[in-house]
């Protein structure tokens, strides 16, 4: 019996007439789903990676510190700190005026969290030196109102003048 339960198999059972990515796609995220419902969640605690409550990040034990960031951007913040593969949370400070926003981090992932950090001010500092593409746009389009292009030139671009 007892071999039997190291030796467990699998077995994935679909019925279609064509089998097409999707379908076994489909079947595969099933399995899963059934995998992730049966099974035991003392013997296999799932520890959550990247974004996540504040509640999850105390919870790991790992030490905590913190970051305050000022700026409204949080949005590009948390795609760099995914990209490092930082346990991070976000709390908003309504308290004060412009909200502020909190980010807390495991006190492990210190220097991955600075090279983020440091990435994304480097980021934000570029996009506020490039130009604005609507204000650009807005700039040519009146150019173009306000110039006087021969309309029949425009007009009969593809005819031939004889």
Do not use: C
Request: proline share 3%; charged share 35%.
């Amino acid at each position: 019996m007892q071999e039997e339960v190291e030796h467990r198999a699998v077995t994935l059972a679909i019925s279609t007439t064509k089998l097409t990515a999707r379908t076994l796609r489909a079947a595969i995220r099933k399995l899963l789903e059934a995998w992730k419902k049966g099974r035991d969640k003392a013997k296999f605690p799932v520890i959550p990676h990247g974004k996540q409550s504040a509640k999850e990040l105390v919870g790991q034990n790992a030490g905590v510190s913190n970051i305050e960031i000022t700026g409204s951007n949080i949005k590009s913040f948390e795609r760099v700190a995914r990209k490092y593969g930082v346990d991070f949370a976000v709390k908003k400070d309504r308290s004060v005026s412009p909200p502020k926003y909190l980010v807390f981090f495991k006190a492990r992932d210190a220097d991955a969290l600075t090279a983020a950090f440091a990435e994304f001010t480097a980021k934000t500092v570029n996009q506020t030196k490039k130009p604005s593409v609507l204000a650009q746009l807005r700039k040519f389009k009146e150019l173009i109102q306000n110039s006087e292009i021969d309309k029949d030139k425009v007009r009969n671009k593809g005819e031939r003048e004889l």
